[in-house]
């Protein structure tokens, strides 16, 4: 059974920095498409990086493209997002996904599996 287990977030003030952790079980996920995606309330949930550690590539939303990099572990299964320079809307739970094979990198539905969240808030 694929299970995702998100950690990491918290209070932060603007400016400031904090980094998510993602641990997989129930399979290797270097070959998967695997990513972020964020969901504030009353909003819609929307995709912040993604990656495909197999082949090298990583993919941001404009909105956090510089501030923001996924990063991937093999050895442990485990996928990461740095956040720099958090901005007040930034804030939101922040959701791990994974898939296998190809999908709509930014398309919350391609993902077939989904970790709890994890809150983040970023004070001004």
């Known amino acids: 059974q694929v299970q995702l287990v998100e950690s990491g977030g918290g209070l932060v003030q603007a400016g400031g920095s904090l980094r998510l952790s993602c641990v997989g079980s129930?399979?290797?996920?270097?070959?998967?498409?695997t990513g972020w995606f964020r969901q504030a309330p009353g909003k819609e949930r929307e995709f912040v990086a993604a990656?495909?550690?197999?082949?090298?590539?990583?993919y941001y939303d404009d909105s956090v493209k510089g501030r923001f990099t996924i990063s991937g572990d093999n050895t442990n299964n485990t996928m990461y997002l740095q956040m720099n320079s958090l901005k007040p809307e930034d804030t939101a739970i922040y959701y791990c996904?994974?898939?296998?094979?190809?999908?709509?990198?930014?398309?919350?539905?391609?993902?077939?599996?989904w970790g709890r969240g994890t809150q983040v808030t970023v004070s001004s």
């Open positions: 129930g399979h290797t996920f270097s070959t998967w498409l």
């Open positions: 990656m495909r550690r197999s082949a090298g590539t990583t």
């Open positions: 996904a994974a898939r296998p094979g190809p999908g709509m990198v930014a398309y919350y539905p391609s993902y077939n599996y």
